[in-house]
């Protein structure tokens, strides 16, 4: 074996290494918002879980403003590099989370407590709880980037253990808030142990710093993730409108039952956009095989995995989902290609990151919102539930193709790019 094999084939290794430990944090994150997800809905019913997925989501589009702000910058640019250059950096990372996270979150709490009713205390204690919920994901993100997977996934099994108890206190209550406090208790815990992990100290007066630094990037990365996260939003508050809160609770159901696939999709940029900016610094030429065989595996696992739920008897769906089974059900075929879809473009979206093509995935993450929205409104309004279920499949698909163009063409300009110019004399 030469030295350049063996060099390649430790190179494998080490990639293979830590897509292993971005499966297992992956597989810890799904199976805890796996295991929320059915305590919630077994304990609450359809209607009450529906306000609680509501919380959930609105969740999502903070979480990806953090992302966008604070983390996205932060996997791309200091993947890899020495340790002194990521700790510095993590520390004003992780406090424009933590920063994003108390500010949000005080709107959250003020407004929660104007609406009342049932959907009112359920965004007030989201508010109070959201730093903590920001600041556990920047350290998963932190970890990653510096190749250290082990520690995000032992960060997400703390945050699984906390939530044992909280659930139990949680359901002596009764109630959304209880839960949605629970959900946001446990998490801090994981964030205390992810500063004792890594040893660093967010500091939210370097924030302002840190955007003024990644502008470049942060902002173009905030409006392309709270277009998706709000896409989402817009969905779920439609959808409840047209066709009634019991809707979305029926979406949230489908969507537990495909938990481990969406889990990966939401957290992918952990692990494969940092592996993708190593492959663009290492081996360039090979960035385009490695999106596709990552878009591809994911998009085979989840209609396999959707395959397997269409053949589960109607007595285990009851055990896991309660009442909410029999409307999720519906939704399980058009669900599963709609995450394959995602899926698939998911490893285009890796490859735009690591390309630092702010631009193109912006104006792909874009088009892919809009055609989500108007399939999952526009399905509602023709075909109820199930209508929109398939709207959303369409539109996932549509955004896929877009991606991988756009990708297609970003290769094409860095491989340009990085040929010199032959001066003729």
């Not at 604070?70 to 520390?91: E, H, I, K, N, Q």
């Not at 609406?115 to 965004?123: E, H, M, N, S």
């Not at 007595?315 to 399980?332: K, N, P, Y």
Request: aromatic share 8%.
């Amino acid at each position: 074996m030469t030295t350049e094999e063996g060099e390649k084939r430790t190179a494998r290794r080490a990639m293979a290494g830590r897509l292993s430990w971005g499966l297992a944090d992956q597989a810890a994150s799904s199976m805890t918002n796996f295991a929320v997800g059915v305590y919630v809905a077994r304990s609450l019913g359809v209607t009450a879980f529906g306000v609680f997925s509501l919380a959930w989501l609105t969740y999502g589009v903070v979480l990806n403003v953090a992302r966008g702000l604070a983390t996205d910058p932060l996997v791309v640019r200091y993947s890899g590099v020495p340790d002194p250059s990521w700790r510095a950096a993590v520390t004003r990372s992780s406090g424009t989370a933590l920063g994003v996270g108390a500010a949000i979150g005080a709107v959250c709490l003020v407004v929660g407590l104007g609406l009342g009713g049932r959907v009112g205390p359920a965004f007030a204690c989201l508010g109070v709880v959201l730093p903590a919920l920001l600041l556990q994901d920047a350290w998963r993100y932190a970890f990653f980037a510096a190749g250290t997977g082990r520690k995000a996934f032992v960060n997400d099994l703390v945050w699984g253990v906390a939530l044992v108890p909280a659930m139990v206190v949680a359901a002596r209550a009764g109630s959304v808030a209880a839960f949605v406090l629970a959900w946001g208790a446990s998490a801090g815990v994981a964030a205390a142990y992810g500063w004792f992990q890594s040893g660093i100290r967010p500091r939210v007066g370097r924030a302002r710093g840190w955007l003024r630094e990644h502008r470049d990037l942060g902002y173009r990365y905030l409006v392309e993730n709270v277009s998706l996260s709000g896409a989402s939003q817009l969905r779920a508050y439609g959808l409840g409108a047209i066709v009634g809160v019991g809707a979305v609770g029926a979406v949230r159901g489908a969507e537990l039952l495909l938990g481990p696939f969406l889990a990966v999709l939401m957290g992918l940029s952990l692990v494969t956009v940092a592996e993708a900016a190593r492959v663009l610094r290492n081996a360039p030429d090979r960035l385009g095989r490695f999106c596709l065989l990552l878009g591809g595996g994911q998009a085979g696992a989840a209609l396999l995995w959707g395959a397997a739920l269409l053949l589960m008897p109607d007595r285990a769906g009851e055990l896991v989902l309660g009442d909410v089974w029999h409307s999720a059900a519906q939704l399980i075929v058009p669900a599963a290609l709609g995450v394959a879809g995602a899926g698939l473009g998911t490893g285009a979206a890796a490859g735009l990151r690591a390309l630092a093509a702010a631009r193109r995935s912006l104006r792909c993450q874009l088009f892919a919102s809009a055609c989500y929205v108007g399939g999952g409104l526009g399905g509602a309004a023709v075909g109820g539930t199930v209508g929109s279920a398939w709207g959303v499949a369409a539109a996932t698909l549509c955004g896929s193709a877009v991606w991988w163009l756009h990708l297609r063409s970003a290769l094409r300009e860095h491989h340009q790019n990085s040929i010199p110019e032959v001066r003729t004399p």
